[in-house]
């Protein structure tokens, strides 16, 4: 479901200009908490415009968030007369994307609907509504759920490393939701060796690194996988970080390099601290 771009025979508050004030930047606030069994979502609405306010003081309109997910089915909706919506789930009724959309809708009818705030363009018209018209359409809001948000940093949390028949070979296979690493059987068998396992910095600066290098130069196309929604959260919310970095090719290895934390000064002090000719100056 997307309401984003939707187009009503009336004046809705949220839809382009047709009614100024406009929304704001902090219209919807979002709040996620979540323990074992269940992820709980605060939504908080906020909108400036007397006229509504007044229709669902009086009873003629209330505020509604209609929320769903694809991979279970699930899709409902709940309705309020305070700004706000506290919606619990268990964590087995989602699965990927939910997908948040918030209104003030028309409870009962509405002869001769006129807003103080209409833009010019409306000006002299009145309209009749129907119980299910909207009001106000807040900006739709999303929650991926299979992202470990608490693990963002590790590289294990979109990125895996497995053995693979198929090819002679290391191959990168990034249309899962993980950034598969595919070793041949004999690459593989020196991976798992205790030696190597024990290098993460060896495989962070020449595996990890090379196979999100390649991730990130070709991810048009893949931004639905999991690894690809990781990677943009991370951009679009850690300091120091912009989705920006992305539009410029150039740019993508030294991208690469700071979302692994720099791999290679990693593997320079591995490589000192472990050397058996190390001596004290």
Known sequence: MNLNNISLPYPVLGISDDILPMLGEDAVGFILTADARNFTFKI???FDNPDIHQLINIGKAEYSCEYDCARTMLRRC?????????????RHSING???????????????????????PDY???????????????FPQFHYDADIRYDKLQAAGSFMQIRESNLHEQVFFDISGNKIEIHLPPTHYQLYCSPIVK????????????????????????HTETTWAKTIIYRLQNEEGFSIHDLDEPSNIPMLAQRLLK?????????????????TEE
Do not use: W
């Open 262 to 278: 720099d791999p290679y000064l990693r593997l320079f002090n591995h490589i000192v601290t472990s050397s058996p000719n190390q």
């Open 198 to 221: 024990g290098s993460a910095e060896v495989i962070h600066s020449s595996l990890v690194l090379n196979a999100l290098t390649y991730a990130l130069l070709n991810m048009e196309g």
């Open 44 to 46: 908080e609405l906020k």
């Open 78 to 90: 709940v309705i309020s007369k305070e700004p706000g919506f506290t919606i619990v789930l268990p």
């Open 123 to 137: 000006e002299g018209f009145r309209f009749n509504l129907s119980p299910g018209d909207l009001l106000v359409s």
């Open 97 to 119: 994307r939910i997908n948040f959309n918030c209104f003030v809708s028309v409870k009962e009818n509405i002869i001769g609907y006129k807003n103080k705030g209409f833009n």
